[in-house]
């Protein structure tokens, strides 16, 4: 079955490698990447019309061992852009329902009126699905739901009701040629199609997203049948 991807899982890897190639301070590369997922919101969900794009923007681990002087541009650079989008005509354009999900509540106060700002501006819509995920970690998300009860059977929507991510993935794009998944979503990946590619993210452009949906629709999906 050949379709286009629904549900687009991005993780924007190289922003560090892109500083140090470009010699850029280390803060203007973040918010280079940071500008950069604006655009990528309308390569995929506009021109591309996906449903969904899920953007694997900051890890728990991140969050949990990186010091101050190298969390505090990368949370700046996202809260700068959770503003941006609270006000950007192609969000409002599109009807896109923006989330900020995972462990983020120990982030700035900057961060975390940004992210309200962002939310609350798009909570009425249901067009498109924006989620970034801040302070994210695919185990620790499975570890947590054998804390949950369930009442009788358990299937897979049973499961994904109680996930962050709550919808399967079709295709993961990660950038920087990093052959690694990160600890990003596992469970909603299982028949996800990806495409790596050797670009830091920054430098990612309109024509390499295009070119990775007419890769995708090459692809013919059974799903194990």
């Avoid at 728990?60 to 650079?77: F, G, K, T």
């Avoid at 399967?168 to 469970?187: A, G, H, K, M, W």
């Amino acid at each position: 079955m050949y379709c286009k991807p629904e549900h687009v899982l991005l993780i924007p890897d190289g922003n560090r490698r892109y500083a140090k190639k470009f010699n850029l301070d280390l803060n203007d590369a973040y918010v280079c990447g940071a500008s950069k997922i604006t655009d990528t919101i309308s390569w995929i969900l506009d021109i591309g019309d996906s449903k969904q794009l899920t953007v694997y923007g900051l890890a728990y681990e991140n969050i949990a061992h990186r010091n101050s002087e190298e969390l505090d541009p990368i949370v700046d650079a996202w809260s700068n852009e959770f503003i941006r989008w609270s006000r950007l005509p192609l969000v409002h354009d599109l009807k896109i329902n923006i989330t900020i999900r995972g462990e983020c509540d120990t982030l700035s106060t900057k961060f975390q009126r940004a992210k309200n700002m962002v939310e609350s501006a798009t909570r009425g819509y249901n067009n498109k699905n924006l989620v970034i995920l801040i302070g994210y970690s695919g185990r620790r998300e499975i570890l947590s739901l054998f804390s949950k009860s369930f009442d009788g059977f358990v299937d897979e929507k049973a499961i994904l009701r109680n996930m962050t991510v709550n919808n399967p993935i079709d295709l993961v794009i990660r950038t920087s040629n990093t052959l690694r998944l990160s600890d990003c979503p596992l469970f909603q990946i299982s028949y996800a199609e990806f495409i790596f590619i050797e670009k830091y993210f920054p430098e990612l452009n309109r024509d390499d997203i295009l070119s990775i949906y007419d890769r995708f629709n090459t692809i013919e999906r059974n799903f194990g049948s």
